[in-house]
């Protein structure tokens, strides 16, 4: 049973992948696209009209047409045509990362004890930007003082764990392998 929604979950983020690749193709609009985004945060009765399969298409088309910014209409109403409204929010956070990676924009997390200063921050950036050939780094920093000191900074399936707990574990690691 796990195994077949590792499968639909997948499917749903490949095809959140493909409308959200269509979306940036059509190059609709950055503020048509986050001000349907809004509009879907402010009503989100509309996502329950949308996935209502007793409401028939060409009332849900009106309601695009009353409701939405012109540029984004068409693409609403394909997506509602063939049952995807119910993706609409994985499709604007795909939308996104499919924005970053067409402009080289990396994306990492830093969790650290204490934040680092501004001097800190701009030479992680410079570290990613060149280790991943990112035009720039967007970097979330987030508090643990579970660390104890240091850092980690992780972006995609990559880690650099300079945190002192990172570095107490990998020496009891290397003193019981022994």
């Not at 695009?64 to 609403?76: A, S, T, Y």
């Not at 049952?83 to 499919?98: C, G, S």
Request: hydrophobic letters at 35%; one cysteine or more; proline letters at 4%.
């Amino acid at each position: 049973m796990k195994t077949q929604t590792t499968t639909s979950q997948m499917y749903c983020s490949s095809a959140a992948m493909r409308y959200a690749q269509v979306l940036y193709e059509l190059n609709v609009p950055k503020e048509a696209i986050q001000k349907a985004r809004e509009i879907f945060e402010e009503v989100p009765q509309l996502h329950d009209v949308f996935v209502n399969p007793t409401i028939p298409a060409q009332k849900k088309e009106r309601v695009i047409d009353k409701v939405f910014p012109q540029e984004m209409r068409n693409f609403l109403k394909v997506a509602c045509k063939y049952e995807r409204m119910d993706l609409i929010p994985e499709i604007f956070a795909a939308y996104d990362r499919y924005c970053d990676e067409q402009d080289r924009i990396l994306s990492a997390v830093l969790t650290c004890v204490e934040l680092p200063s501004d001097e800190q921050l701009k030479n992680m950036e410079a570290f990613l930007c060149k280790k991943y050939e990112a035009s720039k780094a967007r970097i979330e920093i987030q508090t643990d003082s579970t660390l104890l000191g240091g850092f980690v900074l992780r972006t995609g399936s990559d880690e650099y764990d300079w945190s002192l707990k990172g570095r107490l574990d990998r020496l009891g690691q290397k003193l019981t392998w022994r």
